[in-house]
Nanobody, 124 residues
């Protein structure tokens, strides 16, 4: 089992920045590719970003490319999402997820463990 706990969400004005963190425990963090997903009210959960086991390979949704950066610190068993130039449409609950593979993927159904989520609200 892998336990994931997100933090760093909050209320920010449009154009502002936030950094989300996801602390992992239970298994060897570097054995897992990781991802960030988000779900806005009334919408389905959507892919945001993914990173492979050693942080070399990353992929982003087109909607966040150039504004968000996913990274990881395997020594600290922590995943990050740096979010810059935030827009009101980025408002959502953000979830981190662990995939039982070292390679990236954008499909939520291929992730095995999920955190409880952290709310990000961007005001206009």
């Amino acid at each position: 089992q892998v336990q994931l706990v997100e933090s760093g969400g909050g209320l920010v004005q449009a154009g502002g920045s936030l950094r989300l963190s996801c602390a992992a425990s239970g298994r060897t963090f570097s054995n897992y590719a990781m991802g960030w997903f988000r779900q806005a009210p009334g919408k389905e959960r959507e892919f945001v970003a993914t990173i492979n086991w050693n942080g070399v390979t990353t992929f982003y949704a087109n909607s966040v490319k150039g504004r968000f950066t996913i990274s990881r610190d395997n020594a600290k068993s922590t995943l990050y999402l740096q979010m810059n130039s935030l827009k009101p449409e980025d408002t959502a609950v953000y979830y981190c997820a662990a995939r039982g593979s070292m390679t990236t993927n954008f499909l939520s159904e291929l992730y095995d463990y999920w955190g409880q989520g952290t709310q990000v609200t961007v005001s206009s």
